[in-house]
């Protein structure tokens, strides 16, 4: 039981690290983020819109209660920078990686957290949450 929410603690605290450190660049207009989102099409409102819902998602995924609603919203973001990356971006962003790899590193631990609290979301939608026996 320890080791389960050492895990699920582990996984929310990186992907909302990676989401908030990401914030910074966006609300600020650091050039690299205006010359991203210039080259997709989707300056400024794209910047800031996408800054907003990571914040959103992140706050989300922090909360016990709330955690597969934001990893469900922090999996579809990742989504939309993974396909940008692999078509208009390149894997390589101003130099190196680390765009991509954080892109997919949020990805794979709100994948796993919203499979893990995959309940959360069913029963807002009245849907069964458990079998009966």
């Not at 050492?6 to 992907?15: D, K």
């Not at 908030?20 to 609300?27: A, H, P, R, S």
């Not at 300056?43 to 998602?57: C, F």
Request: charged share 10%; hydrophobic share 60%; net charge positive.
């Amino acid at each position: 039981m320890k080791i389960n929410m050492i895990l699920i603690w582990t996984l929310r605290l990186v992907a909302a690290i990676i989401l908030l450190q990401t914030l910074f660049f966006k609300f600020s207009a650091a050039p690299e983020s205006v010359a991203l989102f210039t080259r997709i099409g989707m300056e400024p409102w794209g910047r800031i819109g996408t800054g907003v819902l990571e914040l959103i998602a992140s706050l989300l995924i922090l909360y016990p209660r709330t955690t597969g609603w934001g990893s469900v919203l922090a999996m579809g973001l990742m989504a939309g920078a993974l396909y940008f990356h692999l078509t208009a971006l390149g894997l390589k962003w101003y130099g190196d990686y680390s765009l991509f790899i954080y892109a997919l590193t949020v990805f794979i631990c709100s994948g796993i957290l919203a499979f893990l609290f995959r309940f959360q979301v069913l029963s807002a939608f009245g849907l069964k949450t458990h079998a009966r026996a």
